[in-house]
């Protein structure tokens, strides 16, 4: 099973917006609503920000929205913010071989 | 608060053996789907393991499979994933996540570190 393909890098200057892209297949990201994302700032821990395609976790800014279409998700950073400053990964459940597959992983740049 | 703290980590030589620990806090534990997830150096993540809440249903990617095996003992709010043939490239920060929301890993713990080196 291969990773989730995802743009190395995105950027954008504050209050801008950014789209972060997800490819699968129509065995996992096509086929299911389960695409969750992550926010990984430097040496810590991945936080859920989406779940279920567009669903976010109390918590989270609504600047953060998730959605699909096809083999592909997306997520949108609206009114971009130093602090969006991160990496981040999509993730889907998948039918194939193994139970989850994470995306490869997008480093957000705000300039 | 939910808490989770991982414990277990450090050197071993490739072939060797290592059992990581995970232990929960501030949730009912038993109630919970539960995962491990690795990130090698510099790179993304990986799923390895999930074990439902009565520990009736486990999965593994297919890099583990049958080398590790994750377990639970809810009576101390505990995870495990024991290793073993350790390679190389198992090498990674390994996190122990829980499965709180359908399909996504609400929680996660700081992690610790599993270097296979000779």
């Known amino acids: 099973q291969s990773a989730l393909t995802q743009p190395p890098s995105v950027s954008g200057s504050p209050g801008q917006s950014v789209t972060i892209s997800c490819t699968g297949t129509s065995s996992d990201v096509g086929g299911y609503n389960r695409v969750s994302w992550y926010q990984q700032p430097p040496g810590t821990a991945p936080k859920l920000m989406i779940h279920?395609?567009?669903n976010r976790p109390s918590g989270v800014p609504d600047r953060f929205s998730g959605s699909k279409s096809g083999n592909t998700a997306s997520l949108t950073i609206a009114g971009l913010q130093a602090e969006d400053e991160a990496d981040y990964y999509c993730?889907?459940?998948?039918?194939?071989?193994?139970?989850?597959?994470f995306g490869t992983g997008t480093k957000v740049i705000v300039l | 608060e939910v808490q989770l703290v991982e414990s277990g980590g450090g050197l071993v030589q490739p072939g060797g053996s290592l059992r990581l620990a995970c232990t929960a806090s501030a949730f009912t534990f038993r109630s919970y789907w539960m995962n491990w997830v690795r990130q090698a150096p510099g790179e993304g993540l990986e799923w390895v393991a999930n074990i439902k809440e009565d520990s009736s249903e486990r999965n593994y990617a297919d890099s583990v499979k049958g080398r590790f095996t994750i377990s639970r003992d809810n009576a101390k709010n505990s995870l495990f994933l024991q290793m073993n043939s350790l390679r190389v490239d198992d090498t990674a920060v390994y996190f122990c996540?829980?499965?709180?929301?359908?399909?996504?890993?609400?929680?996660w713990g700081q992690g610790t570190m599993v270097a296979v080196s000779s």
């Open positions: 279920e395609v567009s």
């Open positions: 996540a829980r499965g709180g929301r359908p399909h996504a890993f609400d929680f």
């Open positions: 993730a889907s459940y998948t039918r194939i071989n193994t139970f989850y597959v």
